[in-house]
């Protein structure tokens, strides 16, 4: 992957910020866009000092002009776009769809919907220009089966993987493959916050998962990383599970 150049939403920390240091250990340039500017700026300190070329660039997903004004800066900075992740998410609030307020609603789906679909849009735009490239939308496996209290994000979930089939057809014939990954429980910051810490809640989530531990980050971006690479070149409109079974049961 030298010289290919990525974007990672939500690469800051977590799944993305793993899915960013396996581009750059494969050579790729990286472009961190997310909205924690702390953590996305230590990472890239991280990867310079490794030698790679990488840079972060503030932008919130479910805002159209920042997710146009990140394309533009980073063909600006590094003269195309080869891969994008799409990566940046939120589990809104726990709550069943009678109590699931309007507010969470609307944050949760302008955030994991619309915002894949504004970064796909001018992603797209670019990577036709230099002949082609690779998408991953990162779903779940709440985008696969039901998931009890979450019902916006379960919902964004679904909507990612039928917006991610329909961009495949869409682009399959001008060399642009995208797919989904839908990770199961991973060991991150998300978990922290919907299991509150709770040993016992922990518990609970770590059992929901047949392989009898959460995953890692890098596990995901593995899958990843795979699925933008040329030996998936015959790879596209799928939905990945990468979830130790948890949609096997
Ligand atoms: N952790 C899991 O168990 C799990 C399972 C399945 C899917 N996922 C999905 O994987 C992705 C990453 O999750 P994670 O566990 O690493 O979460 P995380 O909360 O640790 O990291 C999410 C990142 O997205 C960024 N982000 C949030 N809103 C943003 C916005 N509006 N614009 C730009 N960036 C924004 C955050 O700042 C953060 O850096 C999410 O889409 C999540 O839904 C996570």
Redesign the pocket.
Same mark, same amino acid.
């Given at each position: 992957m030298k010289d290919k150049v990525v974007i990672v939403?939500? @690469? *800051? %920390?977590?799944?993305?910020g793993a899915i960013v240091e396996k581009f750059a250990d494969r050579g790729a340039n990286v472009v961190i866009?997310?909205? &924690?500017a702390e953590?996305g700026e230590r990472l890239i300190d991280t990867l310079k000092k490794k030698g790679s070329e990488a840079e972060f660039i503030w932008?919130? =997903? #479910?805002d159209r002009s920042e997710v146009e004004n990140l394309m533009e800066k980073t063909v600006e900075r590094f003269g195309r776009l080869d891969y994008a992740v799409n990566? *940046? @998410?939120? /589990?809104g609030d726990q709550a069943d769809t009678a109590a699931c307020t309007e507010a969470n609603w609307d944050r949760v789906l302008e +955030?994991?919907l619309k915002?894949v679909w504004l970064c796909m849009k001018y992603e797209i735009r670019k990577m036709l220009q230099t002949g082609g490239g690779a998408i991953v939308n +990162? #779903? #779940? %496996?709440?985008g696969l089966v039901g998931f009890r209290n979450l019902p916006a994000y379960t919902s964004s &979930?679904h909507a990612i993987i039928g917006l991610t089939r329909t961009t495949a057809l869409e682009f399959a014939q001008k060399n642009i493959r995208i797919n989904a990954v839908? !990770?199961? =429980?991973?060991q991150? /910051?998300?978990?922290d916050r919907v299991t509150g810490n709770d040993p016992e809640k922990r518990k609970q989530y770590e059992s929901m998962e047949p392989i009898g531990r959460m995953g890692r !980050?890098e596990e995901v971006a593995a899958a990843v990383v795979w699925l933008c690479s040329d030996e998936a070149s015959f790879v596209t409109g799928q939905a990945v599970p990468v979830d130790g079974a948890f949609t096997s049961e």
């Open positions: 939403t939500g @690469g *800051a %920390v977590g799944i993305g866009a997310d909205i &924690k953590q932008t919130d =997903v #479910s990566n *940046a @998410g939120i /589990e +955030i994991n915002g +990162i #779903s #779940s %496996v709440a &979930k839908c !990770p199961g =429980v991973i991150t /910051e998300m978990i !980050p």
